[in-house]
């Protein structure tokens, strides 16, 4: 069965460094999404991409974030100086044309 | 803006004693309703997508409901395995999927 696979599972950084979180979405999917879990909290959207741009953006995805598709199978979302409050879970999610989302198992951001 | 709130917050059942969890919304043009499965440590995994007032889905242990307020996931004689984090989540008609996702509900089976 397909799914949505993120790399790194765990990635440690120092504040103020620029940090990459990767995905790899299902292969026939067409929407893309990034939301994030901070520890004992909401899971909270971020972002949704669709034919690669921006269709629609949190208050929380601010000039720091971005997001990319570089190629036809990769999915990035780039953090560029981390802050400590930055720290979370970091779930990819794909859609094809049905509204349900598939999430990834998440990239944990430290922020030390 | 869009909301949801689930109860309780955590449930403790014995292993065969069927409950209910609810979850209470606000929407602007509720485009769907959807239930997910987090374990520990993992992304939330798909269980179902409701539509409209009346609306149920079932599947094996766990049968979703929906009204105009809120949404009930009823788990029948659940099992141990059964044991997880269930969240509530709305999309809003004028948005491209985002979903909104309310606290979740602890759920813990004991043998």
């Known amino acids: 069965e397909p799914e949505v696979t993120q790399t790194p599972s765990h990635q440690v950084t120092q504040m103020g460094q620029e940090v990459i979180l990767r995905c790899v979405p299902i292969s026939n999917h067409l929407y893309f999404y990034w939301y994030r879990q901070i520890l004992g909290q909401k899971v909270e959207f971020l972002v949704s991409f669709y034919n690669n741009e921006i269709s629609e953006k949190s208050e929380i995805f601010d000039d720091q974030f971005s997001v990319e598709r570089p190629d036809g199978s990769n999915f990035t979302l780039k953090i560029r100086s981390t802050k400590l409050e930055d720290s979370a879970m970091y779930f990819c999610?794909?859609?094809?044309?049905?509204?349900?989302?598939?999430f990834g198992p998440g990239t944990r951001l430290t922020v030390t | 803006e869009d909301q949801v709130t689930q109860s309780p917050e955590a449930l403790r059942l014995q292993e065969g004693e069927s409950s209910s969890l609810n979850c209470s919304y606000t929407?602007?043009?509720?485009?769907?309703l959807f239930w997910y499965r987090q374990d520990p440590g993992k992304g939330p995994e798909f269980l179902f997508t409701?539509?409209?007032a009346g609306e149920e889905k079932e599947k094996e242990r766990l049968k979703a409901t929906l009204t105009k307020k809120e949404s009930f996931l009823h788990i029948t004689a659940p099992k141990p395995e059964d044991s997880a984090t269930y969240l509530c989540?709305?999309?809003?008609?004028?948005?491209?999927?985002?979903?909104?996702f309310g606290q979740g509900t602890i759920l813990t089976v004991h043998p």
């Open positions: 989540a709305v999309a809003g008609g004028t948005s491209y999927g985002k979903l909104t």
């Open positions: 929407v602007s043009g509720l485009r769907g």
């Open positions: 999610a794909s859609r094809r044309s049905g509204d349900e989302q598939y």
């Open positions: 409701l539509y409209s």
